[in-house]
């Protein structure tokens, strides 16, 4: 911005002032901040007179009015005098101090602003980008399949009149109606053991972690959680000071006589029993109950990350396992983002009776209650059975999906990828050449345009084998074709240099 002329007499130059009609800020904001900078930093002194807003309007090539509003902004505020519109003026009322301050403050060393403390920095460390929605995305859903015209019905029945509650939503539990309707549903679909008190509406199953780390672990506390395991579950739980204890997944999921024998007495075992995430594994009977048993004994919590289990395609989908607690010790969690769509933000978690309290005060003093806009259109469309019946409509759609991006996994790839079929979820683990760096395939393969996630990534340790999380949930046919065809030129690619380096 060119430096304003402070000799001549007349009104203030400001037609150098550089407005850009294509950014987001609107061109009146722009110009009052570019006024309001001139005045705080001394380029316009007090008593100078501005130019007529007719004239500044079409020495800047902009509407009178957006000069009118910024002139309007800053005599709110102190900063002109005057009549806006007749004669404008810097105030001279303003304190000295703001027209010196940023001219003659010291420049601050670089490097001495404070940052972020150590648990900010090892959080940060932990964050991953968002997911895309491009091949093969784990646990993204076929959006197109989803019933927007009927459900944006519900939402215009809701909202055309809505009532004071709706627009204050003030119960920190959520919409009541909702409540009510996910309790009935989870009793019959999971076997989850509840009333519509013990449901919790959040935003989404990452919140419904935090709250329960929150709720449950004190610093120090020692966790057991799954290796592999879910990352976004790691950084909740280090926000709550807790010291992780992995337990190793085998093929009846998380090894309780591991666990017993890395911390007997952990505060809170976490676990993903219908479909872990992310080696896909089910949790046995046989090892459910134990749990549970450790559970008692060591006096401690069980939260159940119960994110797809909807997608079952052998048999019924298995029961909850909160639905085997006597004793109020497991915290099921469960999200709309699978289900429906991750642009939803709505979860909802299960507490046991007497932590209901606890957990509604905690969820008070973090952001108040969940948002209302799509509680109530959601709370008819589950209790009139239609969640149900999509459910159905994406079993039968995904079981579908799942055979043929194995047949055509075999038949674009080849050997360089290994898979079998799985009885549920939304992803399979593709296995990598043994000695390939997975890490590096997924890269190459980001670069392509295909979301492979690295296997790796979910070990704490060293993994026994690389391997690949792909998503086949939400991709046609076209798409996975063209996917895998670039799927195996990335490992190509890696394998390839990974030989020259050997050589």
Not at 46 to 73: I, K
Request: hydrophobic letters at 45%; one cysteine or more.
């Amino acid at each position: 911005m060119a430096r304003l002329d402070r000799r001549r007499p007349g009104p203030a130059h400001l037609a150098s002032l550089a407005l850009d009609p294509t950014a987001r800020e609107p061109l009146y904001r722009q110009l009052y901040f570019a006024i309001r900078d001139a005045i705080l930093t001394g380029r316009l002194q007090p008593g100078a007179r501005l130019p007529a807003s007719r004239t500044l309007a079409r020495d800047l090539g902009v509407s009178r009015n957006t000069v009118l509003a910024a002139f309007e902004q800053l005599a709110a505020e102190g900063y002109l005098g005057g009549r806006v519109g007749a004669g404008s003026y810097v105030s001279r009322s303003l304190p000295e101090e703001a027209l010196t301050a940023r001219t003659e403050a010291p420049p601050r060393p670089a490097g001495r602003a404070p940052g972020p403390s150590a648990r900010g920095r090892r959080l940060v460390g932990l964050a991953r980008g968002s997911v895309r929605a491009r091949p093969f995305a784990p646990g993204l859903p076929e959006l197109a399949a989803f019933p927007f015209e009927e459900f944006a019905k519900l939402l215009q029945r809701h909202w055309r009149a809505p009532p004071a509650s709706f627009l204050i939503g003030a119960d920190p539990m959520g919409w009541r109606p909702l409540r009510e309707a996910l309790a009935a549903h989870l009793g019959v679909a999971r076997a989850v053991r509840c009333t519509a008190d013990q449901v919790l509406i959040v935003s989404g199953a990452q919140q419904a972690l935090d709250l329960s780390a929150r709720v449950l672990v004190d610093p120090g506390d020692r966790v057991w959680v799954e290796e592999p395991g879910y990352a976004g579950l790691e950084g909740a739980l280090l926000a709550a000071g807790a010291e992780l204890v992995p337990v190793p997944v085998d093929r009846e999921g998380l090894s309780v006589a591991a666990g017993r024998a890395l911390a007997p007495t952990a505060r809170m075992a976490c676990v993903a029993p219908s479909h872990q995430y992310p080696l896909g594994v089910t949790m046995s009977l046989a090892r459910r109950l134990e749990l549970l048993d450790w559970a008692r004994t060591a006096d401690a919590f069980v939260l159940e990350d119960d994110y797809d289990s909807e997608y079952r395609y052998a048999g019924r989908p298995l029961a909850a396992l909160q639905g085997l607690d006597a004793d109020g010790r497991v915290i099921y969690v469960g999200t709309m983002s699978k289900i429906l769509f991750p642009g939803l933000r709505l979860g909802y978690m299960v507490v046991p009776a007497h932590l209901v309290d606890a957990f509604a005060a905690v969820r008070r003093i973090s952001d108040t209650h969940p948002p209302m806009l799509a509680q109530p259109a959601l709370a008819e469309f589950v209790a009139d059975g239609r969640l149900a019946q999509h459910i159905r409509r994406m079993r039968a759609l995904y079981a579908e999906r799942q055979a043929r991006f194995l047949e055509l996994a075999a038949a674009i790839v080849g050997p360089d990828l290994e898979l079998a079929p799985s009885e549920a979820g939304m992803h399979l683990v593709g296995w990598l050449p043994k000695g390939l760096d997975d890490r590096a395939v997924a890269a190459e393969a980001a670069r392509l345009g295909v979301e492979a996630p690295p296997l790796s990534a979910h070990y704490r340790g060293r993994p026994p084998r690389p391997g690949l999380l792909l998503g086949y949930a939400g991709v046609g046919e076209t798409e996975t074709r063209q996917g895998l065809a670039l799927l195996a030129r990335a490992i190509r690619t890696v394998a390839a240099g990974a030989r020259r380096a050997a050589e």
